[in-house]
């Protein structure tokens, strides 16, 4: 009965996909053909061929690149003095903020700043952007480092003789290891997800995989539409199947500050 | 102190520019102090049933998804878990899923000439697209709350999952059962909250981003009423700069009563968590 559920589980999330995959290689589709009325990869084929796109999708891989390994760095170090911070109630209302907030308002108030700062219509200032929503994840996510487990292994290494470096290199980095993974994962998708931004602080000159599929929906193409949004499945969907292979630390960490 | 820096610099440069632009002291059309673009903001109808559009939009995706997946949880504990045989939960792909795909998917399964649609003509419901009932692009937001909904309603019940283990919901609930309560009775009366009190500051603020989504309501949502993010860059984009201060003073507006919302759920949590723990 279980398995059966399971079945009809993956069923149902995966017809969406399957939807998308149709249209992807469909020929034509008129109204009220239930199914393709001849397959072909010309949408495929044709993003291959299109430079436009291949160039968005390594735009979009590059500034997600970027976004996730800078917020991780920079979350995993500072992090700590966000838990022993005496405002504890206030700074966890900031980093949460940002995720409340609409994307759209973050990036209209930050976009004259950004054009007089230059970074406007630039993949840096909406890698900058994006990077606010994906440091204060990070920070939420490394705070559940922070317990009296993880300080009482760095406690037993600093009375063995390690140095500070040595304690982080040695004991630190090696409990840390699984957040780090699920840290970059999740700040990468953060910005690969991401279209406001995009929207608002690249002007239009910034193109990426999200703002591609927005330009194929409006210009009607389904096929290419289909095809950008299969591609901009890929890497969460790695995610989960890496997923599969090793499990991430609990739920508890990421929440909890 | 580098936190409070690199999050709330960025948020405070953004808020003082909108407050200043939207006042007329900073930007293209700085004249000095004026209230007009306020004054034209809080007189407008359209701003107030955009931002109700919005809470109503928000409260109706969460509430459906939180029951929806308190009844998974309910009816069954284990189809939280369902298909893990494999490794991974079917309930974590929806989490997988851009807004923008999660739209595009929207309009192919429930558009007036999608795959619903085509499935209704072959089994002769319907014989032009006009006839299909669908969703979208409705003015109640239904377009716009199906989809969330089915982005939020797996994630709601892998968090519901986790949280209902680890505050052993299970057992209580059999304790209750083994006192004489019946099955929805014990659900309802010790199961639910729990778990919900456990959930609620991920719940606020899930309440307050899907209240501020932009991509969803951007691909299947109707002309009018909008969203207030999709009013905003309406306000923002248009030729016209001259509504630019309105656009400012709408986004500023949105972001007080976020603000003010965020904080008050997320000062519940300490009480919440010190009843927990005694």
Excluded: K
């Excluded at chain 2, 809080?42 to 009844?71: C, E, H, P, Q, Y």
Aim: charged share 10%; proline share 6%.
């Amino acid at each position: 009965m279980r398995r059966a559920a399971g079945i009809a589980l993956w069923a149902a999330f995966l017809a969406p996909v399957a939807l998308l995959l149709g249209w992807s290689f469909a020929w034509r589709w008129p109204w009220p053909a239930p199914l393709p009325e001849r397959w072909q990869a010309s949408a495929w084929t044709g993003l291959a061929a299109t430079g436009g796109l291949g160039a968005a999708a390594l735009r979009s891989l590059g500034i997600a690149g970027a976004v996730a390994l800078v917020a991780t760095s920079l979350g995993f170090v500072t992090s700590r003095s966000a838990v022993e911070a005496r405002s504890g109630v206030a700074l966890r209302w900031l980093l949460h903020l940002p995720f409340a907030l609409s994307p759209v308002v973050l990036g209209v108030g930050l976009e004259y700043s950004f054009l007089r700062a230059g970074l406007a219509g630039h993949m840096v200032g909406v890698a900058l952007a994006q990077g606010i929503l994906a440091y204060a994840y990070a920070v939420i996510l490394f705070c559940g480092l922070w317990n009296a487990r993880t300080r009482a292994y760095l406690d037993g290494a600093a009375t063995l003789g390690a140095t500070p470096r040595q304690a982080w290199i040695r004991v630190l980095l090696p409990i840390a290891r699984p957040l780090v993974v699920l840290c970059l994962v999740q700040t990468f998708l953060i910005s690969w997800f991401d279209y406001a931004l995009v929207l608002l602080i690249g002007e239009g000159r910034v193109a990426t995989l999200t703002t591609s599929l927005y330009q194929f929906l409006l210009a009607g193409d389904l096929r290419l539409a289909a095809a950008s949004g299969l591609i901009l499945l890929l890497p969460p969907v790695i995610a989960l199947a890496v997923r599969a292979q090793r499990r991430p630390p609990t739920f508890a960490g990421e929440w909890d500050l | 102190m580098v936190v409070w820096a690199l999050v709330g610099g960025p948020m405070l440069l953004g808020v003082s520019f909108m407050a200043a632009y939207s006042l007329g002291l900073a930007g293209l059309l700085a004249h000095g102090l004026s209230f007009t673009a306020w004054a034209a903001v809080l007189r407008d109808r359209v701003t107030w049933i955009s931002l109700g559009f919005s809470l109503w939009v928000g409260a109706a995706s969460l509430g459906a998804s939180i029951v929806g997946a308190l009844l998974v949880l309910a009816l069954r504990p284990a189809a939280a878990m369902a298909g893990e045989a494999v490794g991974v939960t079917p309930w974590f792909l929806p989490i997988a899923v851009p807004p923008m795909v999660a739209g595009l998917t929207a309009v192919l399964w429930l558009g007036n000439a999608g795959e619903l649609a085509r499935w209704a003509y072959a089994l002769g419901w319907i014989r032009r697209p006009a006839e299909f009932p669908s969703p979208l692009y409705s003015r109640d937001g239904l377009g716009i709350i199906v989809t969330q909904t089915a982005l939020v309603l797996p994630f709601l019940v892998v968090l519901f999952g986790r949280l209902a283990r680890l505050h052993r919901v299970g057992e209580l609930v059999e304790a209750a059962r083994t006192l004489g309560a019946s099955p929805v009775g014990a659900w309802r009366r010790v199961g639910t909250p729990l778990v919900l009190r456990a959930a609620a500051p991920t719940l606020g603020v899930y309440f307050l981003a899907l209240s501020g989504a932009f991509e969803i309501p951007l691909l299947v949502g109707a002309s009018y009423p909008t969203m207030l993010s999709i009013r905003v860059v309406q306000l923002f984009g248009q030729f016209d700069l001259s509504t630019r201060p309105q656009a400012y003073a709408v986004a500023l507006l949105y972001t007080l009563v976020v603000a003010a919302c965020s904080a008050i759920v997320l000062r519940a949590r300490p009480r919440a968590a010190r009843s927990e723990g005694a």
